[in-house]
Nanobody
Framework: QLQLVESGGGLVQPGGSLRLSCAASGFTLDYYAIGWFRQAPGKDREGVSCISGRSLSTYYADSVKGRFTISRDNAKNTVYLQMNSLKPEDTAVYYC?????????????????????WGQGTQVTVSS
């Protein structure tokens, strides 16, 4: 059974850092793209970043480019999202999701449509 479990969320002051983890089980990351999405109260879900299968191509939303870094540890079957210089507007529930590489990269990798499997989410709050 394919499963994704996020962790690492919490409360951090503006300018601080957090590292989110997305642990995958039931499949290997080589054949899937893993995306990070977030949703703040009253707002639409937003694609934040994506890392694709074996090519390890990465994609970032303009709002996080230069501040967030996505990476993958094959040995642990885990994808990370390092978030630096956090701002109050980064406050949201963050979700990781998995989709077949071909479907994800054929369209817009930060669009949620081609992602089939989702984690339960982890809350990130940036506040002083």
């Amino acid at each position: 059974q394919l499963q994704l479990v996020e962790s690492g969320g919490g409360l951090v002051q503006p300018g601080g850092s957090l590292r989110l983890s997305c642990a995958a089980s039931g499949f290997t990351l080589d054949y899937y793209a893993i995306g990070w999405f977030r949703q703040a109260p009253g707002k639409d879900r937003e694609g934040v970043s994506c890392i694709s299968g074996r090519s390890l191509s990465t994609y970032y939303a303009d709002s996080v480019k230069g501040r967030f870094t996505i990476s993958r540890d094959n040995a642990k079957n885990t994808v990370y999202l390092q978030m630096n210089s956090l701002k109050p507007e980064d406050t949201a529930v963050y979700y990781c999701a998995a989709g077949r590489v071909a479907r994800v990269v054929a369209g817009r990798p930060l669009n949620a449509v081609p992602y089939d499997y989702w984690g339960q989410g982890t809350q990130v709050t940036v506040s002083s």
